[in-house]
Nanobody
Framework: VQLQASGGGLVQAGGSLRLSCAAS??????MGWFRQAPGKEREFVAAIWSGGSTSHADSVKGRFTVSRDNAKNTVNLHMNSLKPEDTAVYYC????????????WGQGTQVTVSS
């Protein structure tokens, strides 16, 4: 199983970015995104289940939207109204089950939001 993330970069506050993650090897019940800022623990950002249900962290609700393309086995994170505190390395993750531990991780992509 491999997860390949892309789409990070530098953007000004208020701007938008779109992250994508392509999974290979098998399909997954749950796909999602986490992030880790310097000096902080990795935190949950958003998840989407194979049926289309989603969950977003309170800190990104209304600004970020997770989506997936089951045919292409990809998960995306559309990020709008970015804030400096969104600066972090973003990791895509996948889970074989609907709940529980996350099984696989992508390599991480840097998102930097300047004020």
């Amino acid at each position: 199983v491999q997860l390949q993330a892309s789409g990070g970069g530098l953007v000004q506050a208020g701007g938008s970015l779109r992250l994508s993650c392509a999974a290979s090897g098998r399909t997954f019940s749950t796909m999602g995104w986490f992030r880790q800022a310097p000096g902080k623990e990795r935190e949950f950002v958003a998840a989407i289940w194979s049926g289309g249900s989603t969950s977003h962290a309170d800190s990104v609700k209304g600004r970020f939207t997770v989506s997936r393309d089951n045919a292409k086995n990809t998960v995306n994170l559309h990020m709008n109204s970015l804030k400096p505190e969104d600066t972090a390395v973003y990791y895509c993750g996948t889970r074989k089950n609907v709940a529980g531990q996350w099984d696989y991780w992508g390599q991480g992509t840097q998102v930097t939001v300047s004020s």
